[in-house]
């Protein structure tokens, strides 16, 4: 998650101070935008640990203009990019930081990232996620979902290691072009070149990948790989779905869950999540009520270092009515952008949850 930056609010739509709850201090919408999809909220949360500042995208997922989608940094799976630029890139009214990442040279998304039933990056952690269906509606808890080759001669599936990840020590992960121009990688394995479908060649490491393929990379492997995967053998990289997630196309992996069935639900412990993660700081959550309304959501401490727990975030997502919640990264990558209204971190991260509206309905 990176150290505790200062962030910057670009602007301020602090229109009129109210009370939201008890233990709320809020800046209603203005009565002009009651009536739109999107609606910006800024108010200071007081409770054990400090004030915080919480800012707060409502949006009408009834409308028909709205769509909610994924959006890669750079269009790419493994770099970085700040969220107001993925944003404006992708014509955005609103915009959230996405999933954790880990590398330095290579960022990598942690968890399984998917759009449109493509498989953008997998690191084989299988923590709460955000799935949406083909026809907008929602799943969100532990992803039952398997990335792996598939052969369809044989009715045979592969699991791998990951998806556009470092490849590590006896692993096996797969390229696609959404990685780059090649796999980066050493010459302790071989590789295999897929195009349309097709094995078509062999490397020992850093080989190019085909825009219309992928490459398997597998470590410690040697003359084998050719019995393994023989040459003109049909491949797909497949995700199987399983249960709810069956008709899900596009997931984001985040962590842990907040907030299940209205009620308060912090999963930390049950995720095994780090250590370092447990401390109060900034943070980002996404969420939806019972009656589709998206809710998008930064913490920040109202003075100095700080923040808050994922215990009183849950708090927080439940009070303005989250029927399920859950956090998205956060610390430095805590970013928010509305149209007009940028709330921003100077971090840029790998992906983004973007809502855009279709002006022609």
Not at 106 to 122: F, H, T, Y
Not at 195 to 222: C, E, L, Q, W
Not at 258 to 269: D, E, K, P, S
Not at 272 to 288: K, T
């Amino acid at each position: 998650m990176g150290i505790f930056n200062r962030f910057v609010l670009m602007t301020s739509m602090l229109a009129a101070i109210a009370c939201l709850t008890s233990q709320t201090e809020a800046a209603a919408a203005p009565a002009s935008e009651a009536g739109r999809p999107i609606r910006y909220q800024s108010f200071r949360d007081k409770g054990q640990g400090g004030d915080v500042r919480v800012h707060l995208v409502e949006v009408n997922l009834k409308d028909p203009k709205v769509k909610l989608d994924i959006a890669m940094a750079k269009n790419e799976a493994s770099k970085i990019e700040r969220v107001s630029e993925i944003a404006r890139r992708n014509k955005a009214v609103a915009a959230i930081n996405g999933s954790f990442f880990q590398g330095t040279q290579i960022q990598s998304s942690v968890g399984l990232v998917m759009r449109n039933s493509e498989i953008i990056a997998d690191s084989g952690h299988r923590r709460t996620s955000l799935g949406i269906t083909k026809k907008g509606g929602f799943v969100m808890g532990i992803p039952k979902v398997k990335t792996g080759l598939y052969y369809p001669d044989q009715n045979r599936f592969q699991g791998v290691n990951g998806v556009n990840q470092n490849r590590r020590a006896k692993q096996t992960i797969v390229y696609t072009p959404r990685f780059g121009k090649s796999t980066k990688t050493n010459q302790w394995g071989r590789e295999v070149v897929v195009k349309d479908n097709r094995v078509v060649s062999y490397s020992m490491g850093n080989t190019p990948i085909p825009k219309n393929g992928f490459v398997i990379s597998a470590h410690g492997k040697g003359k084998e790989i050719t019995r393994l995967y023989p040459k003109g053998s049909y491949i797909e990289l497949n995700a199987q779905r399983q249960g709810p997630w069956t008709g899900v196309e596009t997931i984001i992996t985040g962590a842990p869950h907040l907030v299940h069935q209205g009620r308060i639900h912090n999963t930390y412990h049950q995720e095994r999540l780090q250590a370092s993660l447990s401390r109060p700081n900034s943070r980002s959550a996404v969420g939806f009520t019972h009656n589709q309304k998206l809710l998008m959501v930064n913490v920040f401490p109202e003075k100095g270092n700080g923040g808050v727990t994922f215990t009183r975030l849950a708090q927080i997502m439940r009070r303005m009515g989250a029927y399920e919640a859950m956090a998205l990264d956060g610390g430095s990558s805590t970013s928010l952008y509305v149209s007009e209204k940028g709330i921003n971190s100077n971090r840029g991260v790998t992906n983004a949850l973007i809502v855009t509206l279709d002006k022609n309905k």
